[in-house]
């Protein structure tokens, strides 16, 4: 494992868990990073009129989505200390295998390739504070499947699974930060 991949904390789970929340509370504190792929590539498909959307072209979205993800890594190596990622290049072979598709050769690839801390963050499913959006349309039942998915392609990894408490964002964070160890926080 890598010295950078030490410093790559996973943030995964369904939708709707609270991921983006505490992704955007570590970056209040000066966290660095990465947005969900998923999220920017819907944003970005609907602003050009694009095809590559979950619900016309399920593949085509999976092979951006690893792309940003691959590229989210390459990124996070130029960072100093801690770079906390909201999901990770196994997201999207988890995103295929609960689609029922295929999944290509270098998606698995890529996954063994580009490695992240053990310890990978879960969110787990939480009907209180679940919603959809113009980028969000899948139901709760849908955001429990895709949790178990992609928490099974991080265990068949050989990722430790750590769940965060469904909790305020700032217990959840200070928990996340535990798990990261003794992270100091970033100067502003």
């Keep these: 494992m890598s010295v950078d991949s ?47 959307l979950p619900w016309l072209d399920p593949p085509a979205f999976a092979e951006l989505m690893i792309g940003f993800d691959m590229n989210s890594h390459r990124l996070a190596a130029d960072s100093n200390g801690p770079v906390f990622f909201d999901r990770g290049v196994p997201d999207t072979v988890g995103y295929l295998r609960l689609s029922g598709l295929p999944v290509p050769a270098h998606m698995f690839a890529a996954a063994d390739e580009l490695r992240y801390n053990r310890r990978v963050l879960v969110l787990p499913p939480w009907s209180e504070i679940f919603g959809q959006d113009a980028e969000r349309k899948q139901n709760f039942a849908e955001a429990v499947r895709t949790f178990e998915a992609v928490t099974s392609v991080y265990r068949d990894l050989g ?17 996340v930060l535990a798990i990261a160890g003794d992270v100091p926080l970033p100067a502003r």
């Design 159 to 175: 990722y430790e699974l750590v769940e965060v408490p469904r909790a305020p964002v700032e217990v959840r964070m200070r928990f």
């Design 6 to 52: 030490e410093r790559f904390f996973v943030l995964t789970g369904g939708p709707g868990a609270g991921k983006t929340s505490l992704i955007s509370a570590l970056v209040e504190a000066g966290f660095s990073t990465t947005p969900e792929a998923g999220r920017a590539i819907i944003r970005q498909q609907q602003a050009v009129g694009g095809s590559a």
